[in-house]
């Protein structure tokens, strides 16, 4: 058995995407998909280094807000990058899950973009979620994004 020791997670700050670039990111989140941009800045030095381990890194980033979410787009550059993005399925690889009123007019509109559903929306078939449609979407630098769209778009989630 580990040591006890006394913390508490109060809440969720914001999610975060490495992006190749900040500003086609930038165009896909505020005018694709209608989230308000907060800030933008800059990062580096010793202070990224040690809290991403990407030494040497310069860093633009945005944060933008979209249905109360804090997300963070981060253009790293001056560090190696993989030459292939990860895929939905590797381990440690997460995604971001939004709710949307129409995914068929989303998929249609993000498209633009560069972002690519993984397949066709699906039904889930049975329990606390029955009939909402599901698509895994995949962007230009590999990052994941679920929507849903639940059977009934008029409640409230």
């Known amino acids: 058995?580990?040591?006890?020791?006394?913390?508490?997670?109060?809440?969720?700050?914001?999610?975060?995407?490495?992006?190749?670039?900040?500003?086609?990111?930038?165009?896909?989140?505020?005018?694709?998909?209608?989230?308000?941009?907060?800030?933008?800045?800059?990062?580096?030095?010793?202070?990224?280094?040690?809290?991403?381990?990407?030494?040497?890194?310069?860093?633009?980033?945005?944060?933008?807000?979209?249905?109360?979410?804090?997300?963070?787009?981060?253009?790293?550059?001056?560090?190696?990058?993989?030459?292939a993005s990860a895929k939905p399925f590797d381990p440690g690889f997460a995604h971001l899950a939004l709710v949307v009123d129409d995914i068929d007019a989303l998929l249609l509109k993000i498209a633009a973009y560069g972002w690519k559903a993984q397949g066709t929306p699906q039904s889930i078939a049975g329990g606390a979620r029955a009939g909402t449609r599901v698509i895994y979407v995949v962007g230009p630098d590999g990052a994941t994004i679920e929507f849903m769209q639940p059977l009934a778009t008029t409640q409230n989630d």
Not at 28 to 54: P, S
């Open 1 to 83: 058995m580990t040591k006890q020791s006394n913390f508490q997670v109060r809440r969720a700050d914001h999610v975060g995407f490495a992006v190749a670039s900040l500003d086609e990111s930038l165009s896909f989140w505020v005018d694709g998909l209608g989230a308000r941009l907060l800030r933008t800045g800059e990062m580096g030095g010793e202070f990224l280094g040690q809290v991403t381990g990407a030494h040497g890194a310069q860093v633009r980033m945005a944060i933008v807000s979209l249905a109360d979410q804090t997300i963070e787009l981060l253009e790293y550059q001056g560090v190696d990058r993989p030459s």
